[in-house]
């Protein structure tokens, strides 16, 4: 605490002041218990200076100012080691999304100029990972990157960052195939697994992970692609493309394969003869005479009743996928409500908290000018009485 030293010439003595006259003003200060000064005696006499209200809120704004900067690092710091995984996302947009070891979203990145219009109409960009990719579908959708006048891939691929531990693939599958029901479009869906060897190897070619496994494919062929031909092309573009590439197992497996025998169309060729025909007719009764075999309906029936059972069935398991994906959109639309009830309930709380806080301050300002009004008032008082 700072000292200030006062000198004067005493001119009065009370039971508890000394009066001096310093610098032409009379100054009243506390009387020592043993030390009684003579008037007209030269008394000198070190005052404690108080802070004042100003350097203590100097000393707040200074360490607040580094507070803020160390919970910044630390913030900063947690973000870059809580990623774990990496999930590439590429339709024609391509996006990289990192999240935690429970798929919670930390940061989303964008590889091309249709993944950076997806990524800035993201009004949610953090959450759980199935939240978002039910936002990017819902906008790819809009956007016309998904469409059902056309066939549609989305592709994923998951790098582990850390533990090497593979996410929940089949919950994946599921969080978009539901997304893709409740906007009404269909996509084939593809997941695979990498590492951070081969995300390397993307980086540098500044691609995402998915379309970078598809430039070395296409470049097995005679062909040559760069990473510029692939960077803002549609993965089911690419995907055909790769189609064309030349694949020699495949081209000596369909040289191999033994010629097929013609068939006759003998509704179309009524003079065919009877021997040549198929014989469709069921074996006769062995006990033979005067008794008439009943009528064969031919194997065409039952090749056609199988083929309604095996329609009927595919329907039945695409109505159960509809309504399993419906079921699972509302349970996600009752999850973001109950969230986004549980955020309104913080803000709220933390508002009134904000406003207790500000009210204690001005109550806490008011009592601090009270007292120095009551300060300076009996100051005033008392240099007027020894005036007097």
């Keep these: 605490m700072k000292k200030r030293m006062n000198e004067g010439i005493v001119v009065k003595i009370t039971e508890a002041h000394i009066v001096l006259l310093t610098d032409g003003r009379f100054r009243n200060i506390p009387r020592p218990e043993y030390d009684v000064p003579m008037i007209g005696e030269t008394y000198t006499y070190n005052e404690a200076i108080q802070p004042s209200w100003t350097a203590y809120k100097k000393y707040a704004v200074m360490v607040s100012a580094i507070m803020i900067a160390l919970i910044g690092y630390v913030m900063l710091a947690n973000v870059y080691q809580e990623e774990s995984y990496l999930v590439a996302v590429d339709i024609n947009p391509s996006i990289e999304i990192y999240t935690t070891d429970q798929m919670r979203v930390k940061h989303i990145e964008y590889l091309n100029e249709d993944?950076?219009?997806?990524?800035?109409?993201?009004?949610?960009?953090?959450?759980?990972?199935?939240?978002?990719?039910?936002?990017?579908?819902?906008?790819?959708?809009?956007?016309?990157?998904?469409?059902?006048?056309?066939?549609?891939?989305?592709?994923?691929?998951?790098?582990?960052?850390?533990?090497?531990?593979?996410?929940?693939?089949?919950?994946?599958?599921?969080?978009?195939?539901?997304?893709?029901?409740?906007?009404?479009?269909?996509?084939?869906?593809t997941i695979k697994n990498s590492d951070k060897k081969a995300l390397g190897e993307?980086?540098?070619?500044?691609?995402?992970?998915?379309?970078?496994?598809?430039?070395?494919?296409?470049?097995?062929?005679?062909?040559?692609?760069?990473?510029?031909?692939?960077?803002?092309?549609?993965?089911?573009?690419?995907?055909?493309?790769?189609?064309?590439?030349?694949?020699?197992?495949?081209?000596?497996?369909?040289?191999?394969?033994?010629?097929?025998?013609?068939?006759?169309?003998?509704?179309?060729?009524?003079?065919?003869?009877?021997?040549?025909?198929?014989?469709?007719?069921?074996?006769?009764?062995?006990?033979?005479?005067?008794?008439?075999?009943?009528?064969?309906?031919?194997?065409?029936?039952?090749?056609?009743?199988?083929?309604e059972d095996i329609e009927e069935k595919r329907r039945e398991e695409a109505e159960k996928r509809r309504e399993d994906a419906e079921e699972k959109r509302k349970e996600q639309e009752e999850k973001r409500e109950e969230q986004r009830k549980e955020r309104e309930e913080a803000e709220k709380e933390r508002q009134e908290e904000l406003e207790e806080a500000k009210k204690e301050r001005e109550e806490a300002e008011k009592d601090r000018k009270d007292e120095e009004d009551h300060n300076d008032n009996d100051n005033d008082d008392d240099e007027n009485n020894d005036n007097d």
């Design 115 to 189: 993944g950076k219009a997806v990524v800035q109409a993201l009004e949610n960009k953090k959450g759980q990972l199935e939240d978002v990719l039910d936002d990017i579908v819902q906008i790819a959708v809009e956007k016309k990157y998904l469409s059902k006048q056309k066939e549609n891939l989305i592709a994923l691929t998951v790098v582990s960052l850390k533990n090497g531990k593979t996410p929940d693939e089949v919950g994946l599958m599921h969080s978009i195939e539901a997304s893709l029901a409740s906007n009404e479009v269909s996509s084939k869906i």
């Design 202 to 307: 993307a980086r540098a070619e500044n691609l995402s992970i998915n379309k970078y496994e598809l430039l070395k494919e296409l470049n097995t062929g005679q062909t040559h692609w760069d990473a510029d031909d692939v960077r803002d092309k549609p993965m089911t573009d690419l995907v055909e493309e790769k189609k064309r590439v030349p694949d020699p197992k495949r081209d000596e497996q369909q040289t191999n394969r033994p010629p097929e025998k013609p068939k006759k169309d003998y509704d179309k060729n009524p003079q065919d003869s009877k021997s040549e025909r198929p014989n469709t007719a069921p074996p006769s009764n062995s006990s033979g005479k005067g008794q008439v075999n009943p009528p064969y309906k031919g194997q065409d029936d039952d090749h056609d009743d199988d083929l």
